[in-house]
């Protein structure tokens, strides 16, 4: 199998130190879905065309260069359920998680994002993967904590773990009612390190990303970074949630994150 290059991924500088341990980000560049899908729509939840999510997920697989049957992603429900991957995932079978672990190099674990995050995980020592996808319900549920809690089960440790947010709302784009703040007891609107004024009047923004980085920290990941990008802005990259409501469009593609262990 020869990697198809014509598929743009971002990736983390931090993992290049990691033998053994590949990821990506992919972008919504280089696929095949058309109107408000175009192009690499990887979502099977959405209502785009099922084959062309399925060639779309393939060619994903290819630019990594490996079969596209490794490739696992978890049907999501913004919870703190975390899925230990042990082996190849039969055909039918439905992980009900939102995030994913394994020391199985047979697996691509994936997560499918439209502005939440997804956030990669890795101790290089142990070979222990994880990616979580987290939006501002599974962060308040507690599912950093937990895919954290699933790697140490796996021999994995803290200190050692590499975490990176990937591209996600920012908070230029992350516009949150009055009452939103209350969701987050002791980071409320006086404290700006996540929530900001907005220009519209009793409105705040949104620092979700920094709120994803403090939890990580308090855990006791010193290797944790963030990606500078902003889904919601970026239209040409992206795909978002929020931009499709704000357009008043019917549903809205998702991004494809990943990482594994080199077989």
Partial sequence: MTADTSVPIVSSGAFN?????HHAFFTRQGGVSTGIYESLNCGPGSNDDPECV?????????RLDVSPNSLVTPHQTHSATV???RG?????????????VTKSPEMVLGVLTADCAPVLFADNRVGVVAIAHVGWKGALAGVIEATVEAMTGLGAAPERITAVIGPCI???SYEVGPEFPDNFPGWGIGNHKIFAPAPRQGYF???FSAYI???LYALGLKNASRLPYDTCAEAGRFFSYRR??????SDFGRNLSVIFLEN
């Avoid at 130190?17 to 341990?21: A, E, Q």
């Avoid at 499709?244 to 469009?249: C, P, S």
Wanted: charged share 20%; proline share 0%.
């Fill in 83 to 85: 899925a230990v991957v």
């Fill in 54 to 62: 399925r060639i779309n997920r393939d060619r994903a697989m290819v």
């Fill in 17 to 21: 130190n990691h033998s053994g341990i």
């Fill in 88 to 100: 190849v995932v039969q055909e039918g079978e439905v992980l009900q998680a939102d995030a994913l």
């Fill in 244 to 249: 499709a409501r704000l357009f008043g469009e």
């Fill in 205 to 207: 923004l949104f620092n």
């Fill in 213 to 215: 980085f403090h939890c």
């Fill in 170 to 172: 920012s908070m230029r």
